[in-house]
């Protein structure tokens, strides 16, 4: 007689193991939150691709674990200023019906205007509203006599239109349907409401979160590809720019170097002057090509040194012999002191190199009126030495410091030839300091100047320059 | 008795430069054979073998840089320091490219006629003008 055993306890046993079975009860529905909870996490971090796929995924997981069958969420399109729905899941009411509401549902967005309407009201008043009616969740949007009969076919019976926020912004609505009437619902199921709408809310939030920063990033990677092509367009423009304006310059510098020389018979003094003049001009034009187009290179961070096997005295030669009429013309006395014994080749930019050159000696003739300009080049220890001396204005202290500095042009210099770019010198640093070498010069004002530049003889020294 | 001239292609397409060039040349005492595209100057300088050979870059038919490379392919090109690139180009592939085959990279408007002669003269151990 084990039951008559123990009389007197059985009661208080009997309200244990019911405490027990309760207590039970509740951590598996405790449990099956927390699961269902987790899994919305999940679908968010596992960083779904598209906002559709994700909100969908949520839904599937609400209507399948939560209790509540029937899920839909709709997203707010502020531009159209609707709810519009991006995920309609039945877990109940057969496979017809569940079919007929995804399709007829998912077609019918909710205009913020229908201020009726209770998901409309829901989401301006931030709480949870409760419907019996689907009709009245999608309305206008659907006819009432078939949402009637497609809830009947559904056995719903109540609708938890829950506003999803996140961050202070409202970013939609769900909506839970469940065959039991509002009153049968359990302490439990209510929480659950409230928790979901959280849950959903934060995951939505990092979805559109996720998507919107794809799109930045694909938006940012389009314009960045447009601005290489404008890059690519502008590269290809300044070269054939150059390349067009070289191409006449080369017929008029070349025959007014020729009528000069003698080619098409003797010409008298004036004649002379004034070709001199037409040649220098041309000459002129020739290096400011070169300028600009250095410059531009600078700009683009493209301005490379391409160094190769060069005979730096047959250089100086020649830009001295192209000045030399210009120096003539000028009166004054220009020569050029070459180096003894002869240099060995050097591995140099020549065309870059030869644009400091020629912009020292150009220089040195346009600011000395009177006097002379000395080009002297020579070996010094393991370095090439260029110095150009002239005669002329120099370059008052206070100007010194600036003088190599982008379109800058000293006072005095702006005098004597308003129109110079101001850029020779500071290219001409940056082609010797980039080739591993240093300008030389020093300056006295109204006696004259020397500018010139040291190369190591055997190429850049690793690692002595930017 | 004078040395026989020495003989020099100039493939120039621009006729207006090409005659600069060639009233130089003559001048200096030079044969010279112009060419006034990229095929014409690939044929001659398939069956010729001239002193000396100025090849500008941007021309009809054929590059400069194609015909070298043609003739590169045959056997035939020029060597490098009897041939110089005459050009305009802005392009800094350009001015790789012919660094890599070790032939001179000459910017047509920044030299004169004279300066172009003196430089073949040097590189042919002639005189200077």
Sequence with gaps: MAQSALPEDSSGLHQTAEEVYRKNLQLAEKNKTLTLLRKIDEIVLSAATDVDSAVTRVAQAVAEDSGFPFATIYVTNERKGVLQPRAVITRIGGEHAGGVAERE????????????????????????????????????????????????????STFFICPLQSRGDVLGAMVLGT????????????????????????????????????????????????????????????????????????????????????DAGKINKEQREFLTYAFAGSQRMVSLISDLLNVSRMAAGKFVIEAESTDITDIVQEEVDQLQR???AKGLQLQFVPPKPKLPLMSIDEGKTRQVIMNFIDNAIYYTKQG?????????SRNVELRVEDTGIGVPDDAQKQLFTKFFRAPNAQVLRPDGTGLGLFLAQRVIEDQGGTIIFKSTEGKGSTFGFTLPLHGRRHGSSR | MAQAAKTIVLAEDDAVIARMYLTKLTRAGFRVIVCADGK??????????????????????????????ALMDEGMAPPADRMIILTNSANPA????????????????????????????????????
Excluded: C, W
Aim: hydrophobic share 40%; net charge neutral; glycine share 4%.
């Design chain 1, 105 to 156: 549902l998912m077609g019918a967005s909710i205009s913020f205007r229908h201020s009726t309407n209770p998901m409309v009201r829901a989401v301006h008043k931030l709480m949870i509203v409760t419907s019996q009616h689907l009709f009245e969740v999608v309305q206008p949007a659907l006819p009432i006599e078939e949402t009637e009969q497609l809830q009947k076919e559904l056995s719903l």
């Design chain 1, 179 to 262: 065959a039991e009437k509002p009153d049968e619902l359990s302490f439990y199921e209510k929480n659950l409401i409230e928790r979901l709408a959280v849950s959903v809310g934060v995951a939505l939030d990092n979805t559109l979160l996720y998507a919107r920063s794809e799109e930045a990033a694909k938006r940012l990677r389009t314009a960045n590809r447009h601005l290489k092509d404008l890059d690519k367009a502008k590269d290809e423009f300044i070269s054939m720019a150059s390349h067009q304006l070289r191409t006449p310059l080369t017929s008029i510098k070349g025959y007014l170097s020729m009528l000069l020389e003698g």
């Design chain 1, 326 to 328: 210009h120096a003539d």
């Design chain 1, 372 to 380: 002379s300009v000395t080009v002297t080049l020579k070996r010094k």
């Design chain 2, 40 to 69: 014409q100057a690939y044929d001659e300088l398939k069956t010729s073998q001239p002193d000396f050979v100025m090849m500008d870059l941007n021309m009809p038919e054929l590059r400069g840089f194609e015909v070298i490379k």
């Design chain 2, 94 to 129: 350009d001015r790789k490219l012919a660094s890599q085959i070790g032939v001179d990279y000459i910017i047509k408007a920044e030299m004169t006629p004279r300066q172009i002669v003196n430089r073949i003269n040097a590189k042919l151990g002639l005189p200077s003008h």
